[in-house]
């Protein structure tokens, strides 16, 4: 179930607590998108240890820890000097294969032939101004046959009033996803909760594709 937080807004700014969101989420396993992507590049013919993954709005490593334990090379990225200092204070993680940087996606800079970009419950809190370049940035970044995995949210989404967010319609995610081959695409529409507890109604797609 998603778990982000809702908390009181001025003109129709998301505003998060993330102190209180990470203390929420500590011990909860990766999420479903990654663990499909990873089933799909397990199930090729490709030396784990030099693939590269990029992890956007890591958090405090939920994901980056899985693929770590795997023997990827990770690039974490979030806009939060906590989420950041909470996955390198982690004891399960191998330093060796992880860089990190603290930086938000308008103003990142991807690598080039990237594997796998995982952006679990990240890219909506994107301004929507910002999203059309964040997504050429992704499509770009990734080599022919790599993979993103993670979510979006829809227009129903409750959270479809916040115009710091961004939410999309199936058709403009069918064309935002037309350089991809999808292997997984869920349509969640439902009355939810928050990771405190707060009631919520949840329209999101959850996304695993590999580039063309």
């Not at 479903?32 to 590269?52: I, M, N």
């Not at 993954?53 to 939920?62: F, Q, T």
């Not at 993680?93 to 419950?121: C, G, K, Y």
């Not at 940035?137 to 979510?151: E, N, P, Y």
Request: proline fraction near 6%; charge should be negative.
């Amino acid at each position: 179930m998603p778990d982000y937080i809702n908390y009181p807004t001025k003109n129709n700014v998301f505003e998060r607590d993330w102190t209180a969101y990470y203390s929420a989420v500590v011990g909860r396993p990766p999420r479903d998108t990654l663990l499909t992507a990873l089933a799909h590049f397990e199930a090729e013919e490709s030396a784990a240890s030099s693939r590269l993954a990029v992890d956007l709005g890591c958090g405090e490593g939920r994901d980056t820890v899985e693929l770590l334990r795997r023997g990827w090379r990770v690039l974490g990225i979030d806009g939060e000097p906590e989420a950041i200092a909470r996955l390198l204070n982690r004891p399960d993680i191998n330093q060796n294969h992880l860089q990190t940087q603290i930086i938000r996606f308008e103003e990142m800079i991807l690598p080039e032939a990237v594997d796998l970009i995982n952006a679990s419950f990240s890219l909506p809190f994107c301004p929507p101004e910002y999203f059309p370049n964040l997504w050429k940035k992704i499509v770009l970044s990734l080599r022919s046959g790599g993979r993103f995995c993670g979510q979006l949210f829809g227009d129903r989404d409750s959270w479809a009033i916040y115009t710091s967010m961004n939410h999309h319609t199936r058709q403009q995610l069918d064309l935002l996803l037309q350089p991809f081959e999808v292997e997984m695409l869920e349509e969640e529409d439902h009355p939810g909760k928050t990771a405190l507890g707060e009631d919520k109604h949840w329209h999101l797609f959850q996304i695993v594709a590999r580039k063309r």
